[in-house]
């Protein structure tokens, strides 16, 4: 074993092994991914009493974006199109209730069913998606579609 690493008198040991666990992550294959699922408006209504459903396809667009995760910017351009969707559905004061409540409540540190990144292990946090993270979601979203055209 490297000096570096059994050096305790120098106290270097503990920072060659503390370097080395922060760097191994970067390097370590992704984790695998969840299937894509939504809840719909998670915690909120998925339309009004007369339209049920109105912005329903909304929040399942803002799920997919969630599902994957990825930067902070990316997080808030999900939820900037989660508020131009219900507004374009007729609601502009419920999307401003939307966003304020994706705003506090869509945090990738929250262990929830519905935080940024949720098809992740939980705290991935506000990474970019790597290459091969980016093939994992892809790969997964293709199985799902093949396993919904076997179901039709």
């Known amino acids: 074993m ?7 008198k120098s106290g270097s040991g503990l920072l060659a092994y503390a370097l080395l666990l922060a760097v191994a992550p ?7 991914i969840d299937p894509f699922t939504s809840d719909g408006c998670s915690l909120f209504p ?3 009493v007369e339209k049920p459903e109105l912005w329903l396809e909304c929040c399942r667009t803002h799920d997919l974006a969630y599902w ?6 990316e997080r808030l351009q999900a939820d900037r199109a989660l508020e131009a969707c ?7 004061d419920i999307a401003l209730m939307m966003l304020a409540g994706v ?3 869509g ?8 935080r940024w990144g949720y098809g992740w292990p ?6 970019p998606l790597t290459d091969s993270e980016r093939r994992l979601v892809e790969a997964a979203l293709a199985k799902q579609a093949r396993g919904k055209g076997e179901d039709q």
């Open 103 to 105: 705003r506090v409540g």
């Open 122 to 127: 939980y705290l991935r946090g506000y990474q």
């Open 46 to 48: 998925d339309g009004t």
């Open 2 to 8: 490297p000096a570096a690493l059994t050096d305790t």
């Open 86 to 92: 219900v507004t374009d559905a007729g609601e502009p």
């Open 26 to 32: 970067a390097t370590a294959k992704p984790a695998s």
């Open 107 to 114: 945090s990738a540190f929250l262990p929830t069913s519905f």
């Open 68 to 73: 994957h995760g990825g930067t902070y910017a």
